[in-house]
T-cell receptor
Framework: SQQGEEDPQALSIQEGENATMNCSYKTSINNLQWYRQNSGRGLVHLILIRSNEREKHSGRLRVTLDTSKKSSSLLITASRAADTASYFCATDDGGGADGLTFGKGTHLIIQP | DAGVTQSPTHLIKTRGQHVTLRCSPISGHKSVSWYQQVLGQGPQFIFQYYEKEERGRGNFPDRFSARQFPNYSSELNVNALLLGDSALYLC?????????????FGPGTRLTVL
């Protein structure tokens, strides 16, 4: 079963606009990670935010985490055509032995 | 530096057959995890190996098995293939045990079961 749920399932915006994706999860976590996947290939790690952090930045990416609401958001600023991909949030249960639990992902399309 | 490599890239099998998928982690990484990604879904955890021992297992039937070799490469075996086993199989490596560490994913093996 999948713990995380990304919202929206699909998002289409114009190049240069900002894109925001949300993720909700169900159980307590050690950290939350965001990954990008292009055209059904391997996943690329974007950013990791620990349960005791509230916000983290990496280049054009900004991630927030609200453990009281069990939710996270990923903001991509000044989007580019190359940002077109599926984005997944992934959580671990803290023990580390049960692997990451992924949501179904948000498919982001950047219109040129 | 080479990333995680997987072979083969694509594979077509028929129901009832078995398949072996291979993964080579990033040099120095001792942990390998396997995930199954069905079309339109996120990856689902199958196994985690660290230092050649199984450290975690997802909710998959016993038809799925894996092992890790002394050089930390890994194999995923699936017996008695079903149509529902058609998926992208992803391998991920990390330096330390524990999925709370950043995982480096390979390009995947696309398995089609006819």
């Amino acid at each position: 079963s999948q713990q995380g749920e990304e919202d929206p399932q699909a998002l289409s915006i114009q190049e240069g606009e900002n894109a925001t994706m949300n993720c909700s999860y169900k159980t307590s976590i050690n950290n939350l990670q965001w990954y990008r996947q292009n055209s059904g290939r391997g996943l690329v790690h974007l950013i990791l935010i620990r349960s005791n952090e509230r916000e983290k930045h990496s280049g054009r990416l900004r991630v927030t985490l609200d453990t009281s609401k069990k939710s996270s958001s990923l903001l991509i600023t000044a989007s580019r055509a190359a940002d077109t991909a599926s984005y997944f949030c992934a959580t671990d249960d803290g023990g580390g032995a049960d692997g990451l639990t992924f949501g179904k992902g948000t498919h982001l399309i950047i219109q040129p | 530096d080479a990333g995680v490599t997987q072979s083969p890239t694509h594979l077509i099998k028929t129901r009832g057959q078995h398949v072996t998928l291979r993964c080579s982690p990033i040099s120095g990484h001792k942990s390998v995890s396997w995930y199954q990604q069905v079309l339109g879904q996120g990856p689902q955890f199958i196994f985690q190996y660290y230092e050649k021992e199984e450290r975690g297992r997802g909710n998959f039937p016993d038809r799925f098995s894996a092992r890790q070799f002394p050089n930390y490469s890994s194999e995923l075996n699936v017996n008695a293939l079903l149509l529902g086993d058609s998926a992208l199989y992803l391998c991920a490596s990390s330096f330390r045990q524990g999925s709370y560490n950043e995982q480096f994913f390979g390009p995947g093996t696309r398995l089609t079961v006819l």
